[in-house]
């Protein structure tokens, strides 16, 4: 059975994009469907499978999974041979641990720089918690790289499911032209060039739906204008 993942608009869902580029990036075969936010079609088809009403779901038949991190779990479970979690004990603890922080916090990097990959690339004055979150995100990839990553090039050296879960922070740094060092720009690199990550913004930019709560400077920035 394929599997299938229920997915909101490229160009703004995070929360999607985590799955997404874990199955894609590994090469596991699924079927996607974006239902655009505020559909009826999202309200019916998502409230349907999922009780928070939210994307993204991960469909294995008669199975219906919710949350990003429950997922990505499953198919680290599921797929073993995928290699979504590093095999080394203490990096695969790390990698798990570092993967619920971003599920749970960095609140205000993600309020004050929603993602939205059809935004042009234009610095955003950051108030000072959404800076500590920059910095927190920074010193995190570093030590990561620098502990567990031997000669890859992702966080954990080979593409895991922490790096699934930090993409759509890559994003954002790159939209709103944050101010990171060197390394952390090296990272970015390695996450924008992967023909999955092209794939996703090139549909997101694509798409005709635009949600004022995420076009935080709009209509100035925005690459349809
Ligand atoms: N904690 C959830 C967050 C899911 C979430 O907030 N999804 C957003 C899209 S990125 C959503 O479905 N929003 C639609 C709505 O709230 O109506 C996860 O990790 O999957």
Redesign the pocket.
């Known amino acids: 059975m394929t599997l299938k993942l229920l997915i909101?608009n490229k160009k703004?869902?995070?929360?999607?994009f985590r799955p997404w580029l874990a199955l894609s990036v590994a090469g596991i075969p699924f079927e996607e469907r974006v239902i655009p936010?505020?559909s009826e079609e999202?309200k019916r088809d998502?409230g349907g499978v999922s009780g928070?009403?939210?994307?993204?779901v991960l469909i294995d038949g008669d199975i219906a999974i919710?949350?990003?991190?429950a997922i990505l779990e499953y198919l680290a479970e599921k797929i073993p041979a995928a290699g979504l979690w590093p095999k080394d004990v203490a990096a695969r603890a790390h990698a798990r641990a570092v993967a619920n922080e971003m599920?749970a916090g960095f609140q205000a990097l993600r309020n004050h720089l929603p993602m939205n990959f059809a935004r042009r690339v234009i610095k955003r004055d950051l108030p000072p918690p959404v800076i500590a979150n920059v910095r927190r995100v920074e010193t995190l990839w570093t030590d990561c790289r620098a502990r567990f990553s031997g000669s890859g090039p992702f966080l954990f050296g080979a593409f895991s499911n922490a790096d699934a879960m930090y993409a759509p922070v890559v994003g954002r740094f790159h939209t709103y032209d944050v101010d990171v060092g060197e390394g952390t720009r090296a990272y970015m690199k390695t996450i924008m060039e992967l023909p999955a990550f092209q794939q996703w913004v090139a549909a997101g930019i694509k798409e005709p739906w635009l949600f004022a709560e995420d076009e935080v400077d709009w209509p100035k920035t925005h690459n349809l204008t």
């Open positions: 909101g703004y869902s995070s929360w999607s936010f505020e999202f998502v928070t009403g939210k994307v993204p919710w949350e990003s991190l599920h």
